[in-house]
Structure formats: C-alpha cells, structure tokens
C-alpha cells in the first residue's frame, strides 16, 4: 500500500528536525511517494523503499514493531542487484543502552531536492545537489528522540542520526554508534588497515576480498569496494563535526557476506562522544557507481556539509607552494653556508617563486627540523616553553615579509598542533601581523572527538584573521572545505615524503591512493619530484630525495590529484632548464569541470579538467605500459591546440626524458597517448581564439 507522509511535524511531542538548506518551496513539499509494506506476521517489520531520483539506487528500511525489540535495518540495491542487505542501525548510551532497542516509531517523513551549490576551491565550479530524503522519528527509552535521515542521491545513499530529549540540554554519553555494513556477493576490497586509532592515516593498500577479511580488523575510510560485475563503491563520512572520527571493524566474514560495523575513535575514558543535547552525527555514506571514475567525480561527500561560515572568500587564493623540507632544506642540492631560515637562501626562493607563477613560498623549520617559532628544546615537539607568536631570534621575518612583499609573493609557514591551543585567538592574531597568509599543521594522529573539535577550532580562529590552513598527520577528509573554504588540504596519506625514508610510495601506490582516499577529498601528497629513476636504482635519502616513476607520471598528479594548493616540492635549481617544468609553470591547481576518462585501482588513470576554455588531461600508470586510445568528446565544438607531454621512447633507462608534440584537434579525434611503465603524460588542449 501506498502512505501519505504528509505527517504533522509534531507527534507525541516530538518536534522534526529543519532540513538545512532547502529551499522554503522544497522544505514545504511532503511527498506521498513512500512504500511501506504490509506485515505477513504479526509483529514483523514494516518496510519503507524509497529510491534515487533516476531511480537506479533503491533503499529499504525495516522498521522494527514495539514488540519486537529488533533495531531498524536497512538494504541497498544498485540497478537491479543488492549490493548491501540489513545493515542495522544503533547508538549504544550510557547509562541507557541501546536507544533503538524497542524504540517507537512516532513520524516518518520524504522530501525532495534540487539545487545547486556554489564550489569555492574544487574539482568543479559548483555541485548539482540532487536527493530524496526519508526521515524516521523514534521515541525511545527515557523521553529520548531519535531522529534516522536517509537522503538517497543518484551517486549515494547517505544517513546520519539526530537525538534530542524534548528542551533538555542534558549531556549524552555515546558508548558505541552501532551502524553496520552487511557487504553481499563477496567484492574486493583495496583498503588500508590500521594498527590503532593513534595513526597519522599513512598506509599501503592491500587488496583483498571482503570474505578474507579478519574479524576485528580496523579498517580506514574510504574504503573502496568493487563486485564481479563491474559495480564500485566506496564508504566513508561526512561534516564530521563535534563527534569522533569512524573507522571500520570487520565484525562477521564468510564466503556469502561480510559484516563491517562502525568503530569510533574513543576518548581517553573509552567513551565515543560526550555531547549536550540536541546531538547530530556525522553522515555515513556509501557512494557508488557503475564505473570506478565515478567515484572521483561526485560532489556529494561536499554537499553533505554545510554551507561556508566564510561571507567573503576573495581573501581565500589558493595556488602552487614551495616546501624546502621535502627536499632536505636545501636551494641547489646540498646544503651550504647559510641556513634554510636566512634572508639570504629565503631570497632566492622568493626570486624563483617570483619568476615562474608559484604565489606563495613557505618556511617551516632548520636543518634540525626546529620549528621557525621560539622553543629551546631542539626537533618538531613542543616543549614547556614553546611559543609559536615569537619567531626565534636569527630568523629575520620582518625583512623576509618585506621582501616578499616587493615580489608579490605570499608567505606560509608550519606548525605543530600541540603548540597551539592554548589560546588560539592569540596565536593567529599574532600570525596574521607577522604576514603569514596560510600555514600547516601537523601532528594531529589521532581522530577522537577532542581532536576533531580542535581541528575545527583552528579552522574558525583561521579564518576570523584570513589565513588558510594544511591539515597533515590527520584523517581523511570529510568535506569541511564547503564550510571552511580556507581548508586547502588534508594530508592523510602515505605520499611522497616517505621517499626520504623508505622504499614505499611506489607509482603502484600513487594510483592506489587515487582511488581510496582521494575519493574522500583534497590529498597533498608533496608533489613536484624532478629526480626520477627505474625501481632498481631507488635508494631513499634525505637531503635532495630521488622519486620514482617518470617525470610525466609526478606531472600528471598535479591533474589527477584535487590538490587546490600542491607542493613545488624540490630545490629550486632541480627546475631550471627541465623538461616539463613548463607545463608545472601553468597548470591550475582548482578547477570549472572534472571528467575521468578511463581507469582501474591500482592500474591507471586519466582524468581531463577544465579551467575556463582550456582542458589539461593527465594519465598515470603503475607497472606495465600502455598505449592509451581516448575520445575526446567531452570537447566543445571547434578546433583546439592541442600540446602533449609524454614517456619518451628512451625512458626505460631515463625516466625524466619525455617528448613534447603540439597539433590541432577536434572532439571527433581520438588522443593516442603512450605510458611507458609506472609512466604518465600530460595534456592541455586551448581553445582556439
């Protein structure tokens, strides 16, 4: 049979929740679209289907009977085939229990919507955000309220939890949120696996299929999913805001099903999240698509967000970065007479920044990795009398801001987060006068609550004084970057700095973090390695690291990678007079449009983006060469010049040799492209005027 929801927003009491960000014409549409099937039993759930707009992703919800005692669950299927099967929903309280054991279902609800949303810094000007939303009202033990939304978009199912207890502002006390993933037909898995929830979240990706999973293994997020038949998907959260972050725990494995159960970073108390009512969790998202490239496109992880605390963003300038700690803290290749802090080495990076197109040069630490700020304990950590609002005494900033300044260059810098906090107002008052327009954080490895809430506090204090912000040894994303666009880039990789140490950020890994965590969002990954040489001949070093892959493959990442401000990560002299460093002189660091136009995890990728007229394409493989045949339709009508940088022929035994080509072409053409192997190219193909 068929409901009308057109419910009263008021039952028992209970008072539904404003949907942000609907229109008033759409927050006052209640459709009658609902099913809701008949009981064959007494006592037996009623379920609730509801789908996406173009009707290829399907949901169902099994609303537990009072009796029962059951939790809701719910099913997920993806053109025709059920990809998720009663995956159960829960919040374990203290001293309550289990708020949906039991609970009564008092209201249930749909809406539409179609909008679209402004994108500052991204993989596209703006989002097309398109959904069906189901909300289910719950009264449970002890007056508590819980609210379930899922909304349904043609690229995801998303859900997230609402609780209140009527006007108390009483604290609630989460011992576990128990939502689980019941995994069907036994797909592979490309997951990374943590070792604790103290983690920087820099791991290789294993590939393994759902029933080889251990029980009780802890799983990052994103994690990436493909079935038999061609089906991707990919789970993870969104506006994780005053909650701990989620990981995965594989609760149940066999040869029919996998059960995956979300695991919350706990507090030191061993408590998940300590909230006053009314509380909001995060969004548990499942994105999925029919082909992998789909899944890099999507915007709805950033739509899920709210909308940018920021009223005017023209401060926000996002581009090219040096970071001289990437490449040892060096100018030409070794290290000379005056330190990385001095005016006079801070002067030629200045000049080279000034003289190719990279806006902003950032300054961090020594030689020893001692921060610029003032501190008498040597390294990174803080100590007892860290300060971060004075610069130590020989370095000369004032005199470097000037300089800076006269060459129309910006100025960011590094700093570890435990030595902020105390009294965050002060320290970004203090940095905003010293001139610095951005700056790293760092060393967060660890996700609970507290942390998040404190990431979060940074970005405000950030913004109320105009400066953008790097989050590094952090979690992945979770769209914060639509509310706090001076949020460039989170870290959460391992990426190319571990070249400095070990042998572990292959080009096999460089394609399989495309497909895992940058799913999630923004990646800085330390781009801009000019010294390239075949597997054989790696050998880690820490001052002038060497990289491998070709040089076309480290340029294509500057196209593959959303990265709205990407490292120039070598010395500067590792640039004069190369192959290459032309295109790393112009491409765009955010963008008007993405398409991914061929790709397999771990495999390869190509992804074409356009920044106004222009395309600039960018292929990456691991391992084997390919040749590459790729239609160019998405083009407008017209002719374009087309320039290619690609593998040359001799790169097998020089991997920074590459060969350059310019013709001109249409969207009827086919681009046939070589990549040698853990190879790349790169394109830009300009409209003709």
Known sequence: MVEDNRLSAKVRGMRLPRQPGLSALIAALWLSTTVWTQAEKPNAPRRVEFHSPD??????????????????????NYRGTELLSDCELGLETVPTGELLHGAKVRSSRASVHRGTIPVYFGKADHA????????????????????????????????????????????????????????????????????DYHTSHEHNVNTVAARELKVDALLDMPLTLEWKDGTYAAITEAALRHYAGMSLKCDQSTATETVLVSALTPRP????????LPLQTPWRVVLVAK????????????????????????????????????????FDGKRGPASILSLETSK??????????????????DENTSPWYHQSTEGVKPGPDTDVTRPRAEFDLPA??????????????????????????????AFKRMGWKGMMVDFFDHDDQDSVEYAEQILEAAARHHIMIHFHGVWKPTGWQRTYPNLMNHEGALNLEYLKWSNRCTPDHNIMMAWTRLIAGPMDYHLGGFRSVPRGQFKPRHVAPIVMGTRCHHLAMYVCFDNPNPMVADYPTAYMNQAGFDFLRIVPTWWDETKVLAGRPGEVLVTARRKGNDWYLGGMTGGAKRELELPLTFLDRGKYSLQTWQDAPDTATDTNHLVTEQRTTTRKDLLRVHLAADGGFVAKLERAR
Not at 133 to 139: A, N, R
Not at 291 to 317: F, H, M
């Open 55 to 76: 009707r290829q992703i399907q949901v169902q919800v099994a609303l537990p009977t009072e009796i029962s005692r059951e939790l809701p669950v719910w099913s997920m």
């Open 128 to 195: 097309e955000e398109n959904y069906r939303e189901q909300q289910f009202g719950f009264e449970g033990a002890d007056g508590y309220h819980i609210w379930v939304t899922f909304r349904v978009y043609n690229d995801a199912v998303a859900f997230r939890y609402e609780v209140s207890r009527g006007d108390d502002k009483s604290t609630l006390t989460l011992s576990e949120e128990r939502s689980t993933f019941r995994l069907l037909n036994d797909p592979k898995c490309y997951v990374q696996f943590l070792e």
């Open 269 to 276: 108390d061993g408590t998940k999240v300590v909230r006053t």
């Open 291 to 330: 082909r992998p490239g789909a899944l890099l496109e999507s915007q709805t992880i950033y739509c899920l967000n709210e909308p940018s605390v920021v009223k005017d963003p023209s401060w926000i300038q996002p581009g090219k970065i040096t970071f001289h700690w990437w490449n040892g803290d060096v």
């Open 348 to 365: 030629k990076y200045i000049d080279f920044c000034a003289s190719n197109g990279i806006p902003t040069h950032s300054i961090s630490s």
């Open 400 to 429: 470097i801001r000037r300089y800076a300044d006269s060459k129309g260059v910006r100025l960011w810098t590094w700093v570890h987060q435990g030595a902020l906090g105390h009294d965050l107002e002060k320290d970004f008052a």
